[in-house]
């Protein structure tokens, strides 16, 4: 959102930002209300609201926690980021930059992608964010050789953004989905799918209703 908003929306970047919120929640409200009644049935349990006690904060717990978030960033972009992009920018540069195997994936995507006004590259920035959503801008700026801004209309960067918070998530919440579910593969394959197809209906909706009124 942050890298979109300060490329395409400069002088309304929060604006753009609140606009992928706002449609992210309304979305949220409405599906889980949708599989509350007809998916998943029964009494719903009340909600139990525990509050700690109120303490000064403790500096030293603070900095403790800030390091190991800090470290757990830096491992996951030192491994997984840095072996995604090295692993995308081999799939956009060969065995030609004409005809490269990431051309081959990306053209499987676009008959869908391409109804939301996303090209084979921008499908393919998708298929990187499923390894991990930091993967997505990476692997764009490879893709579009640094000139995403050239390459994107707002409308389309508005619709790529939308469509990058609610597709499927990343490998590692799909694992612990699937822990969290018991290892249940059906709700697990259930969470998927309605992420997925979600985001392409949105997609698809926003883009035509955006040229129908005009935006470019």
């Not at 800090?70 to 491994?79: D, E, P, S, V, Y």
């Not at 619709?159 to 799909?174: H, K, Q």
Request: proline share 4%; charged share 10%.
């Amino acid at each position: 959102i942050g890298f979109m908003a300060s490329a395409f929306f400069a002088s309304h970047a929060s604006l753009f930002a609140m606009g992928i919120i706002a449609i992210s929640l309304l979305l949220l409200v409405l599906v889980s209300y949708v599989v509350g009644k007809y998916i998943v049935k029964g009494k719903p349990e009340e909600p139990i609201f525990e509050l700690p006690p109120f303490r000064l904060p403790d500096w030293d717990y603070i900095l403790k926690r800030t390091w190991a978030y800090t470290k757990h960033f830096l491992i996951r972009a030192g491994t997984i980021i840095l072996a995604g992009s090295i692993l995308f920018y081999y799939l956009l540069h060969y065995p030609s930059e004409e005809n490269c195997y990431g051309m081959l994936l990306g053209k499987m995507l676009e008959p869908i992608t391409g109804l939301m006004g996303i090209d084979w590259r921008g499908a393919l920035a998708l298929l990187a964010g499923i390894i991990a959503k930091e993967l997505v801008v990476s692997t764009m700026e490879i893709a579009y050789s640094g000139n995403i801004v050239e390459a994107l209309t707002p409308l389309q960067a508005f619709v790529f953004t939308l469509v990058t918070v609610l597709y499927i998530p990343c490998l590692a919440t799909i694992a612990t989905l699937f822990y969290e579910t018991g290892k249940n593969v059906k709700w697990t394959l259930f969470a998927v799918s309605y992420n997925l197809i979600l985001a392409t209906l949105v997609g698809i909706v926003v883009y035509n209703i955006g040229r129908l009124i005009g935006f470019a």
